[in-house]
């Protein structure tokens, strides 16, 4: 089972939006509607900041939305701050067999 | 407040073997899932195993299948890896993960700060 298929880097400036796609394949991203993003900021942990393609956390910033079409979903980040510059990561779940596959991880950069 | 805590990484000769800790407080543990997820240095993160709040369910990543096992001591909160014959390529920080509820399908919400386990020679 391959990663799912991210953009090696994303950047924007502050207060403008940008969008980080996740593409994967029929058999993840496009069966279920189980994918997850995660922020992690260097040498931390990282967090969830969307479940279930679209949904927010409590504690997690309304700047924050998801989406999915088809085998690709999304992450976009709204208002751009300089907090928002970190390593994010979606994750699909991918059938009893393969269970979760990640994505290959998105620097962004605000400039 | 929720927190999971790692232990047990380390330095490992290859072939050698590790057993991993990650003590959970601040919830009822045995009502959720947990994930064991890695990552090797400068690297993408890659889900290795999960278990049940029961323990009845397990699974696992297909390249640790074998040689790593995944449980739980629901009486002392805390879930293990125990990883048998180790590679190098299993040289990463491990992150243990509380899944969104009891089932083994979910999302990874929190997670632990992580262990390193190193597998050289």
């Known amino acids: 089972q391959s990663a799912l298929t991210q953009p090696a880097s994303v950047s924007g400036s502050p207060g403008q939006s940008i969008t980080i796609s996740c593409t994967g394949t029929?058999?993840?991203?496009?069966?279920?509607?189980?994918v997850s993003w995660y922020q992690q900021h260097p040498g931390r942990a990282p967090q969830l900041m969307i479940y279930?393609?679209?949904k927010r956390p409590s504690g997690v910033s309304y700047r924050f939305s998801g989406s999915k079409s088809g085998n690709t979903a999304s992450l976009t980040i709204s208002g751009l701050q300089a907090e928002d510059e970190a390593d994010y990561y979606c994750?699909?779940?991918?059938?009893?067999?393969?269970?979760?596959?990640f994505g290959t991880g998105t620097k962004v950069t605000v400039l | 407040e929720v927190q999971l805590l790692e232990s047990g990484g380390g330095l490992v000769q290859p072939g050698g073997s590790l057993r991993l800790s990650c003590a959970a407080s601040?919830?009822?543990?045995?009502?959720?899932?947990v994930s064991w997820v890695r990552q090797a240095p400068g690297k993408g993160l890659e889900w290795v195993s999960a278990i049940s709040g029961s323990g009845g369910s397990t699974n696992y990543l297909n390249s640790v299948e074998g040689r790593f096992t995944i449980s739980r001591d629901n009486s002392k909160n805390t879930v293990f890896l125990q990883m048998n014959s180790l590679r190098a390529e299993d040289t990463a920080v491990y992150f243990c993960?509380?899944?969104?509820?009891?089932?083994?399908?979910?999302?990874?919400?929190?997670w632990g700060q992580g262990t390193l386990v190193t597998v050289s020679s």
């Open positions: 993960a509380r899944h969104g509820g009891q089932k083994l399908v979910s999302w990874f919400d929190p």
């Open positions: 994750c699909s779940y991918a059938g009893s067999s393969t269970f979760y596959v």
């Open positions: 029929s058999s993840d991203v496009g069966n279920y509607n189980l």
């Open positions: 601040g919830f009822t543990f045995s009502a959720y899932a």
């Open positions: 279930e393609v679209n």
